[in-house]
C-alpha cells in the first residue's frame, strides 16, 4: 500500500472497551495513519453498531477490528466490500459462539439483569492477559478502567447485541480485500488454530501470531503491534 498520503484507519474496540484499548497504540503509529476510534460502547444493537462502522468509512477506507469488534468489522466487510481497502482482524475469529460460549453469556446476562455488577475480578482478567503480566499494574488499570466506565449496563448491551453470531467462516472465501490476522500464542479466548483455518479460506490473507501476549493484543504487545500496521498499511 502506498505512503504516499494520510491513511484513515477505522479502529473497532472489543467487549467493554473503549478509545483507551488504543492508548498505547496509537502513539507508536506512523504519522501518517489516521486512527479512528469507532465507538460501539455507546451502541444498543448490533444494527447501530454496523451503522457506525458504516458512517466512518462513508468514503471507503482501512478497517480494524478487535474481539468482537474484529467479528463486526469483518460481518461489515463482507456485507460492504467496496467500502473496505483492507481488513486487520486481532484477536477474532470468524466463527459462531459454541455452546459452551453461548452458556456462559446466558449465565451473565441473568447476573446482569438481577445483580449490581461490581466489576471484574482479578480471575477473569487473568484470562485475558498472557501471564507474564498478571502482575502488571498500569496494564490491569486500564482494563479496570474501561471496566468500571462503561459499567454493567454496557456490558449488557453489549452481550444481548452480539450473542447470536453467524459462523462466517463459508463467506471467507467471498472477501477479496487485503486481510491481515492478528493472533497470539496465549490467547484464552481465541484458538490459534481457528484463525489458521480463516487465513486458509480468505483469497488474500496473511497471518501472524504473537508471542508472550494473551487476548488483549493493542495493550499487551502495543510496539510490537504497532510496527506490524505501519509496514501493513504503508508497505515499509
Partial sequence: MSGSSNLKLTMVPGTQCNHRLWERLIPRLNDLIQPNHVAIESCTTRKQMLAEIDQALAFGGH????????????????????????????????????????????????FLQTHTYNGMSNARMREFISPHRWQDNALLSVIKDMDKTLGGATLLKQIQATSSRQDLSGLLAKLQCKVLIIGAQQDQKVACEDLQAMAKLLPDAELLLLEDCGHMVPLEQPQVLAQILNQFCLGR
Fill in 63 to 110: 478497517l480494524l477490528g478487535f474481539s468482537m469488534g474484529g467479528y463486526l468489522a469483518l460481518q461489515y466487510a463482507l456485507e460492504h466490500p467496496n467500502n473496505v481497502h483492507s481488513l486487520v482482524l486481532i484477536a477474532s475469529s470468524a466463527l459462531g459462539l459454541s455452546e459452551g460460549e453461548k452458556q456462559a453469556r446466558k449465565g451473565m446476562q441473568d
